[in-house]
Structure formats: structure tokens, C-alpha cells
């Protein structure tokens, strides 16, 4: 069987019986490919890899001096595809069993202060329909914390305007409530209310946040409105949609939150992923500690 048919149907049954996201799926596969591109540099197949030609891919990958956290990942999805291969009866072996995974850097995320944030809210023009949208979608992220697949693929039936909540499908397809809060509320209601009809210009959608196209909106799109009102703000470390959900765990711990709660309204299903956020706000009270106290 040719290598490409086996990831296709190994892809096949991750998508069909374990439900993976399209997003994840993805990484799968541009992982596998480079792993075939390995074979056939070596006139070898998935079939026939070794456990020596397993840890030649391994050195393979160190040399292009990819990160600790992205040879692990590479590593996961095969040890995932060579399980498969054993299971279908394609191999009597798993040839990636035993190598070593690299242990990931913990890198601490560089959040935004809160004096930053209030600048990028001030920044959208709420006068206009895209500047209602904007406000109503940069309150919402900063508020619940939600990843930027979760926020973009909100919908009406998710919104619940009454209780304050929002309900969201996350990785795994595993579904959680979140509170808005009052101000976020309000920004999503105006928006809803006031401009989200006029974007869609007659058309009907179920989806909650309208491009100007008059389409549902893309993580890309949301990407680029959060770079430029970073810039209007005057913001000047790098910034993405993902920073303010850094941003929202963070200040959360540094106002006493209880880590179980903010892992519950990230969707972390490890609280260890929850807990560096823990250590950010540590080191900014070290910081503070530092600048103020009379005897650093």
C-alpha cells in the first residue's frame, strides 16, 4: 500500500471516529508528508521504516534546528499514525516506540497590561457598523478568554443575552459556558442590534460576528483587525487575537481568581496548561516588587 493511502485513511479515521478539528488534521498532515518525504529520500516506506531511520528523521529535524516543541508534535502524530498501522495489521511493529521526545521549552507568554488593553478597546470607531463589531468582538475575547476558532464560529444560538453567557465548542468538540460579563454584554447586544443586520446586507447567516463581505468571520481576518488597532493604540509588542486570551488568564490570576475557575473558562483540559499563567503573574509581581520597594 502506498505510503500517501495510509495517511489518507489514517486522517480518515481521526476526522470520522475521533472527531479532530480540521485545524489539527492539518498539522497531522503536514507533519506525516514530511516524514514521507523522508522515506522516499531513503528509498524506504512506512511500511518498512526502521527504528534506525526513526532516529535518523529525529536527527533529521534537530539539524533544521526546529524547536523542542515542534519535533515533539512531529513525534506525536507519527507515534499516532504507527499505532494506527499496527492496529490495521500494516506493521508488527511501532518503529517510534522508545525514541526520546524532546522536552518542551516553557515559554511564558509576554501579556499585555491592563492600561494596554483599555487603549486597545478605546480604539475601535463605535459610530460605524465595523466599528461596533470590532469593540463588540475584542470585549468578548478579553472577557471569556475564548481561543480565536471559538470566537469566530460563535452563533446566534450560542449567545445567551439574558444570563450573560456564551456557550462555545472547543477542542475535542467539547462544549463549556462562559460569562460575558455586564460590559462585554452590552458591546455584544449593540452590535447585534445595531449593526450585525446592516452587514449582512439581506442575507441570513447563523453565525454571530459578520465580515464586511457579508460572510461569517475568519480567524485571518480577526487576526489583522487586532494587529491594526494594536498599532492605533500605540501598542508595541507584538500582539495577535491569542494575546489578549494570555491576557485575560493572566489578570484574572493577578485579581486572586482561583486557577480552577480560569482553567474551566479557557478549556484547558490539564490544569498544568492553566498553571504558567500562574507563573507570569509571579514574575510581575517580582517586577513590581523590584521597581517600587524601597530595598529590592
Known sequence: ?????????????LLVEHGLSQNTLSAY???LKGLMGFC??????????????MLAFISSLAERELTPTTVARKLSAIRRLFRHMVDKGLRKDDPSQGV??????????????????EAL???PDTSTELGLRDLAMLELMYATGLRVSELVNLTLDGLDEESGFVRVVGKGDKERIVPMGELAAERVIAYRHHARNVLLKGRRSHGLFISNRCDVMTRHNFWHIVKRYAREAGILKPLSPHGLRHAFATHLL?????????????????ISTTEIYTHVANERLKQLHTTLHPRP
Do not use: C, W, Y
Open 29 to 31: 498532515q503536514r507533519d
Open 121 to 123: 478597546l478605546a480604539a
Open 254 to 270: 493577578n485579581h486572586g481568581a482561583d486557577l480552577r475557575a480560569v482553567q474551566m473558562m479557557l478549556g484547558h483540559a490539564d
Open 40 to 53: 522516499e529520500s531513503r528509498a524506504t516506506t512506512l511500511i518498512a521504516l526502521t527504528r534506525e531511520d
Open 1 to 13: 500500500m502506498r505510503d500517501a493511502r495510509v495517511v489518507h485513511r489514517f486522517l480518515d479515521e
Open 100 to 117: 526520546a521526545r524532546p522536552k518542551p521549552q516553557r515559554k511564558l507568554p509576554d501579556t499585555i497590561t491592563e492600561t494596554e488593553v
